[in-house]
């Protein structure tokens, strides 16, 4: 025989079941809402705009100035007086140590760091030139300059990576000639010398 105190327990376990649904739904829902306003960060991604990064560097805290000049398929100079030409951009221009301090708490920092960075943003099939040039000079010095060619997409890989030394102010090399294919691909990689540097560039 139910007694009545058993009976009013079994009638409430509907009501207690709905209660505890709501609540997981509830719940549930929120959790959600805060995966969309916190989106879960992906580690190791960097998306560059760009599919080719042609960059050299030259000696930290080197006063002297060194240009990257980079000629297009299409015949285009980029330099530091152009910086943009079809598809090639040039992001950095490094004059050595001028201009290279920031003020940080009131106190002036420099940054060592010398580099030009041309990148190639998109696939352009043709011939490149790339060349260095010794624009300026505070040390009279001999500068060896690092070229590096860096394919960004799907992966950074390095291309290519040399040494080339500039003995004396004014002076301009070859650093690297390549071919980029249809697909993309780079092919063709040589340092046969062609003048891009001219009087008429020099003066503008």
């Known amino acids: 025989m139910r007694t009545k105190k058993g009976y009013h327990r079994r009638a409430m376990d509907p009501f207690t079941d709905l209660l505890f649904n709501a609540l997981m739904g509830i719940t549930f829902l929120f959790l959600i809402s805060i995966i969309f306003i916190n989106p879960i960060t992906k580690t190791g991604t960097v998306e560059l705009k760009a599919e080719y990064i042609i960059s050299i560097t030259w000696k930290d805290f080197n006063p002297d100035d060194i240009d990257i000049w980079v000629e297009s398929p299409q015949g285009s100079l980029v330099w530091f007086r152009n910086p943009e030409a079809g598809l090639l951009h040039l992001d950095r221009d490094d004059r050595g140590l001028l201009n290279d301090t920031i003020v940080i708490n009131n106190e002036e920092v420099v940054n060592?760091?010398?580099?030009?960075?041309?990148?190639?943003?998109?696939?352009?099939?043709?011939?490149?030139?790339?060349?260095?040039?010794?624009?300026?000079?505070?040390?009279?010095?001999?500068?060896?300059?690092?070229?590096?060619?860096?394919?960004?997409?799907?992966?950074?890989?390095?291309?290519?990576?040399?040494?080339?030394?500039?003995?004396?102010?004014?002076?301009?090399?070859?650093?690297?000639?390549?071919?980029?294919?249809?697909?993309?691909?780079?092919?063709?990689?040589?340092?046969?010398p062609k003048k891009l540097v001219t009087s008429r560039t020099q003066t503008g």
């Open 112 to 192: 060592p760091l010398n580099q030009e960075v041309v990148t190639v943003r998109g696939i352009a099939p043709g011939d490149y030139v790339v060349n260095i040039h010794y624009y300026a000079t505070q040390s009279d010095n001999p500068v060896d300059v690092h070229i590096k060619l860096e394919r960004v997409n799907p992966r950074l890989e390095v291309v290519y990576y040399k040494t080339v030394t500039l003995e004396s102010v004014g002076q301009e090399k070859t650093a690297l000639r390549f071919t980029m294919t249809a697909v993309g691909n780079i092919i063709n990689m040589h340092t046969l």
